[in-house]
Structures are given as structure tokens and as C-alpha cells.
């Protein structure tokens, strides 16, 4: 089964926030919580990740509650550049328990 | 910069044949992993190496081989037993082989192999 849950799609207006939920309520302890996005055919690209605090970086904005079953990434300000399917996943490191991704959400940015 | 490089990005395979798959980092990383991905997928590990000399299996090892031999290189060999070997292969590295650094895996552009 997969660890995270996420949409298959949504729609952004162009300038506006993305938030983007996650549903992981299995997480384990030691677990953290990573976000990347993959656009057609190239290698997915990481864009943040966190344990259980709220992280930001250029990017975007992780918010990961309080009891660490959800998270939501946040992009403050979708450009045309942003569509792509992002995937939330959990990892306690590397090795076999490396990254395997779902099927993501495919964010696409209106004009 | 430093980073990722897959070589080739596409390739063309016969039955039957061997073919290998190239992947340099020069991010000084310890960690390297190959990937498979299938169209709307997720990845799928196929080899990883945490350290020089050495590498373990992932989830679909079968029909695939892997040497490294240098901390910075990585190829990976799809050979004739790889019975359904079409797909998307990414290569990534991570830190200290635990993923935990401050940028999670370096994944490379990826090469998209087709048997024909």
C-alpha cells in the first residue's frame, strides 16, 4: 500500500498560492516527510522536506500538523513554470527505505 | 555546478541485447540509487549503493546488474533477463547515504529506454 495519499489533480490561478495536501496517518517516528515535483520526462526535483516543524525555503512552504497524519505544501505564488506533478513521500533515510513516490498531484497553473 | 549526469537520454535496445546505463555525480555524495519509472507511476528501486564497493538489491533487481567501482559513478546494466525493460530510469544520490541532507536526493535527468 502506498504510504501518502495525495489528489490526482488540481488547478491554480496563476499568482495565486498552491497548497497542495498529503495524507500520510501511517507515518512512523523517524519519519520525514519530502516533497519533489517532475515535469514530462526529466528528473524529479526536490523541493522541500521536514520532520515536524514548519519548514520554508525559496521555494515553498511545508505546514505538517500537529500529529504529522497531513501535510501541505505550499507554493505562494503558482507561476506557469509550476505545473508539474508533485509527490509527497516519507523517508527515514536512505538505503531500501529510500524514496518510491505515488502517483502525485498534477498542479496545473492557469493563466 | 555540481550535479547529475545521465547518459544517454534515450536509448534504443534489441532483444536480446545487454545495455548500460551511465550516471556521474560530482556532488561528492556517498549514497547512489537507480530508479525505474513506468508512465503514471511512481519509482521503483531497482539498485543502490551507500558506499564505494559496494550495493544491495532494491525492490526489482531482477534482470539488472550494477557496479561501483568509483564514489562519483554509478552505471547500471539492463540485461537481456530484464524481460519488460521499457521504462524511465533515474539515477539519484543522496548524503551520508541516510537522504537527510539539507536538499534530500540529486535526481539526474534520466534516460528513456526502449526495446525495439
Known amino acids: 500500500d502506498a504510504k501518502t495519499t495525495q489528489p490526482p489533480s488540481m488547478d491554480c490561478a496563476e499568482g495565486r498560492a498552491a497548497n497542495l495536501p498529503c495524507n500520510h496517518s501511517?507515518?512512523?517516528?523517524?519519519?520525514?516527510v519530502y516533497w519533489y515535483r517532475q515535469i514530462h520526462s526529466q528528473g524529479p526535483q526536490y523541493i522541500i522536506h521536514?520532520?515536524?516543524n514548519n519548514e520554508t525555503n525559496e521555494m515553498a512552504s511545508l505546514i505538517i500538523t500537529e500529529d504529522r497524519k497531513s501535510s501541505t505544501l505550499i507554493l505562494p505564488h503558482a507561476t506557469l513554470r509550476d505545473t508539474a506533478v508533485y509527490y509527497c513521500d516519507l523517508s527515514s533515510g536512505g538505503g531500501a527505505d529510500g524514496l518510491t513516490f505515488g502517483k502525485g498531484t498534477h498542479l496545473i497553473i492557469q493563466p | 555546478d555540481g550535479g547529475i549526469t545521465q547518459s544517454p537520454k534515450y536509448l534504443f535496445r534489441k532483444e536480446g541485447q545487454n545495455v548500460t546505463l551511465s550516471c556521474e555525480q560530482n556532488?561528492?555524495?556517498?549514497?547512489m540509487y537507480w530508479y525505474r519509472q513506468d508512465p503514471g507511476q511512481g519509482l521503483r528501486l531497482i539498485y543502490y549503493?551507500?558506499?564505494?564497493?559496494?550495493?544491495q538489491k532494491g525492490d526489482i533487481a531482477e534482470g539488472y546488474s550494477v557496479s561501483r567501482e568509483k564514489k562519483e559513478s554509478f552505471p547500471l546494466t539492463v540485461t537481456s533477463a530484464q524481460k519488460n525493460p521499457t521504462a524511465f530510469y533515474l539515477c539519484a544520490s543522496s548524503e551520508s547515504g541516510v537522504g537527510r541532507g539539507n536538499y534530500g536526493y540529486t535526481f539526474g535527468s534520466g534516460t528513456r529506454l526502449t526495446v525495439v
Open positions: 549503493s551507500q558506499i564505494v564497493n559496494d550495493f
Open positions: 501511517t507515518i512512523s517516528g523517524n519519519e520525514y
Open positions: 556532488l561528492n555524495h556517498d549514497a
Open positions: 521536514g520532520l515536524k
